[in-house]
């Protein structure tokens, strides 16, 4: 079965992800309905069930546009990933849910916006056509669980950690299987290289805009901090991954000075940004 190593730099996206194996022919994406600083726990439940269960890139989706844009980026950069589990409750205000299922099943138009999707702006004018194209060709299946708007029960498939655990598993089974109606297996690499893009023209200096409000969970806030780490878990700090030492820092576990990739000039924005967000 063909795998492959990912290029350097993969992935080429920051965001609120967690890496974890690179040879996985499936990532999780949790979708974010709420502000970035308000994770509810259910939620982060998802994404680190979704880690443990082995996925390549476990993370929330917040918009239909950027967001949107970034995920594909990271995707395309790995060709293992074969299989995307859409999980969480979707987000009446942008629908990234239904924007990403649409976009699967119609692709864009001539102008970048995704064919059936209804959300307010569901373009991806930052990408080129080809990272578009690309996904749809890689990606087999969305395994879609997603949950309506407002949904609080936590039994409901797309916000029971286990249900998402399960399907993951199902992702990497040498045989076919059948997964609520959806049949997947792991089917190897995508058979062309891996397409490397990154979003340059829309990178902003990071800001710590996502400062988690007292009283929020320190799961939470590890969450938040991640997004600033290097995500190569290199182990340098001593943890097994990057989620790990930063919920250690959250917990005030740990220091930044732990980790030696922070150290290196081009971190010096995050290292400034992780330094705010721990006051």
């Known amino acids: 079965m063909l795998k492959v190593k990912p290029p350097e730099g993969y992935p080429p996206e920051p965001g609120r992800y967690v890496r974890g194996n690179d040879f996985s022919p499936v990532a999780v994406c949790v979708i974010l309905d709420d502000f970035d600083f308000k994770i509810p726990p259910e939620l982060q439940s998802l994404v680190l069930a979704g880690m443990d269960a082995g996925a390549a890139l476990s993370g929330m989706l917040q918009t239909e546009n950027v967001g949107t844009e970034k995920m594909l980026c990271n995707i395309v950069a790995n060709p293992n990933i074969r299989y995307l589990v859409l999980c969480g409750r979707e987000s009446s205000g942008h629908l990234p849910g239904e924007t990403l299922l649409a976009l699967k099943r119609n692709g864009v138009d001539d102008k970048k916006q995704v064919i059936g999707s209804t959300a307010p702006t569901p373009y991806l004018h930052n990408i080129p056509v080809e990272v578009i194209e690309r996904f749809n060709k890689q990606i087999v299946t969305i395994v879609s669980l997603l949950c309506r708007p407002g949904e609080t029960d936590t039994k409901s498939p797309g916000l029971d950690p286990k249900v998402v655990e399960k399907a993951v598993w199902s992702c990497f089974q040498e045989n076919p299987v059948v997964f609520r109606g959806y049949t997947v297996h792991d089917m190897g690499a995508y058979p062309e290289p ?11 200096e990071h800001k710590p805009q996502h400062a988690i409000e007292p009283g929020k969970s320190k799961m939470g806030m590890g969450l938040a901090m991640n997004k600033f ?14 989620l790990a030492f930063a919920i250690d820092l959250a917990k005030g576990k740990a220091r930044l000075e732990e980790c030696p990739p922070l150290g290196e000039p081009e971190a010096a924005a995050d290292r400034q940004a992780l330094a705010k967000l721990l006051g």
């Open 229 to 242: 780490l290097p995500q190569t878990n290199c182990r340098e700090c001593g943890r097994k991954t990057c």
């Open 194 to 204: 891996a397409l490397f893009h990154k979003i340059a023209s829309v990178l902003q």
